[in-house]
């Protein structure tokens, strides 16, 4: 999961827009102030100085270091931050753009939204028609490994109905096997840009069709 930095309410926070995203300075604890900068990508740097001398504290910084006086300053950035990346970012669930592409097209298309229904698979989400409550899109996070793909970690995949009359022709790298689905009426997509994206919008809306019938 990663998140994404509101415009919106980072200029409404104080935040100025700079060439590289945005940038705010305001009071912290013990009469420091507090240099936040956010990039576009939204990367979060924070510099605490010394008014009187312009000079960076870093003691918090330092591994061990304890007292009250370092806790008290510790507390008050980590507090600042937290409510910054409460207020003023939103959480992308879908690390890869692709992923993220096809929901949007789903959204934009159909006007149906996407859905997180598995508190504890935050990953995980589908898309279905607004008509008759069928899934026709289903995104996951799997291993590669488990997949059958090369390479480690994971990857974003969306599970779309098939014809059993008319398979899908599976290529081992980026359409297989539905991944969790019955494997005669559902396949996966790998969402790593292999297969292009005018390509899976086509395969997500003949989905979208086959979930049409009753």
Same mark, same amino acid.
């Given at each position: 999961?990663?998140?994404?930095?509101?415009?919106?309410?980072?200029?409404?926070?104080?935040?100025?827009?700079?060439?590289?995203?945005?940038?705010?300075?305001?009071? !912290?604890?013990?009469?420091?102030?507090?240099?936040?900068?956010?990039?576009?990508?939204?990367? #979060?740097?924070?510099?605490? #100085? %010394?008014?009187?001398?312009?000079?960076?504290?870093?003691?918090?910084?330092?591994?061990?270091?304890?007292?009250?006086?370092?806790?008290?300053?510790?507390?008050? /950035?980590?507090?600042?931050?937290?409510?910054?990346?409460?207020?003023?970012?939103?959480?992308?669930?879908?690390?890869?753009?692709?992923?993220?592409?096809?929901?949007?097209?789903?959204?934009?298309?159909? &006007? /149906?939204?996407?859905?997180?229904?598995?508190?504890?698979?935050?990953?995980?989400?589908?898309?279905?028609?607004?008509? &008759?409550?069928?899934?026709?899109?289903?995104?996951?996070?799997?291993?590669?490994?488990?997949?059958?793909?090369?390479? /480690?970690?994971?990857?974003? #995949?969306? %599970?779309?109905?098939?014809?059993?009359?008319?398979?899908?022709?599976?290529?081992?790298?980026?359409? !297989?096997?539905?991944?969790?689905? &019955?494997?005669?009426?559902?396949?996966?997509?790998?969402? %790593?840009?292999?297969?292009? !994206?005018?390509?899976?919008?086509?395969?997500?809306?003949?989905?979208?069709? !086959?979930?049409?019938?009753?």
């Amino acid at each position: 999961m990663t998140y994404l930095p509101l415009p919106e309410r980072l200029l409404a926070a104080g935040f100025a827009k700079t060439r590289g995203g945005w940038a705010r300075t305001a009071p !912290l604890a013990a009469g420091f102030v507090h240099e936040v900068a956010v990039s576009r990508r939204g990367e #979060i740097r924070s510099r605490i #100085i %010394d008014p009187a001398t312009g000079d960076e504290f870093v003691a918090h910084r330092v591994h061990g270091a304890s007292g009250a006086f370092v806790h008290s300053v510790r507390g008050a /950035e980590d507090a600042a931050l937290a409510d910054l990346r409460a207020t003023c970012f939103a959480a992308e669930r879908f690390d890869q753009p692709q992923t993220r592409a096809v929901s949007a097209f789903c959204a934009r298309t159909w &006007n /149906e939204p996407v859905e997180f229904l598995w508190p504890a698979f935050p990953d995980c989400a589908i898309h279905r028609r607004a008509d &008759n409550r069928k899934w026709y899109a289903t995104f996951l996070a799997a291993r590669r490994d488990r997949l059958g793909l090369p390479g /480690e970690g994971k990857v974003e #995949i969306v %599970d779309l109905r098939m014809d059993p009359a008319a398979p899908v022709a599976f290529d081992d790298r980026s359409l !297989l096997p539905g991944w969790h689905m &019955n494997k005669r009426s559902w396949f996966s997509v790998v969402l %790593d840009g292999s297969l292009p !994206l005018r390509r899976v919008q086509a395969l997500v809306r003949r989905s979208r069709g !086959l979930a049409a019938r009753r």
